[in-house]
């Protein structure tokens, strides 16, 4: 399966911004999904993940309550919701399919198909 993010861009803290995630290839009903980002400088770390059906989500704490993960599978697209920013969300930002579960932290090493990546820059 191809992943292809897009929706990054340049936005003030405490703005919102929405990514997308665009699947061809395969039907991504079949995988868990993850948004994944990397700051410069750091290694890449879980941002969110959502199950099959869209039921159940989970997220890391540094974006809970201000990050909504969702999917549109007849559109075979998962988004992140981004909103009240902040300069430490800045990174590129990664779609991901193939997670073990929905419910806890998804680890890189689990990921079976990587987006290229869409950069969010937070201006403070």
């Known amino acids: 399966v191809q992943l292809q993010a897009f929706g990054g861009g340049l936005v003030q803290a405490g703005g919102s911004l929405r990514l997308s995630c665009a699947a061809s290839?395969?039907?991504?009903?079949?995988?868990?999904m993850a948004w994944f980002r990397q700051a410069p400088g750091k290694e890449r770390e879980f941002v969110s993940t959502?199950?099959?059906?869209?039921?159940?989500?989970h997220y890391a704490d540094s974006v809970k309550g201000r990050f909504t993960i969702s999917r549109d599978n007849a559109k075979n697209t998962v988004y992140l919701q981004m909103n009240k920013v902040k300069p430490e969300d800045t990174a590129v930002y990664y779609c991901?399919?193939?997670?073990?579960?929905?419910?806890?932290?998804?680890?890189?090493?689990?990921?079976?198909?990587w987006g290229q990546g869409t950069l969010v820059t937070v201006s403070s």
């Open positions: 991901a399919a193939g997670c073990d579960y929905s419910d806890r932290v998804c680890l890189a090493v689990q990921v079976d198909y």
């Open positions: 959502i199950s099959r059906s869209g039921g159940s989500t």
């Open positions: 290839g395969r039907t991504l009903s079949v995988y868990v």
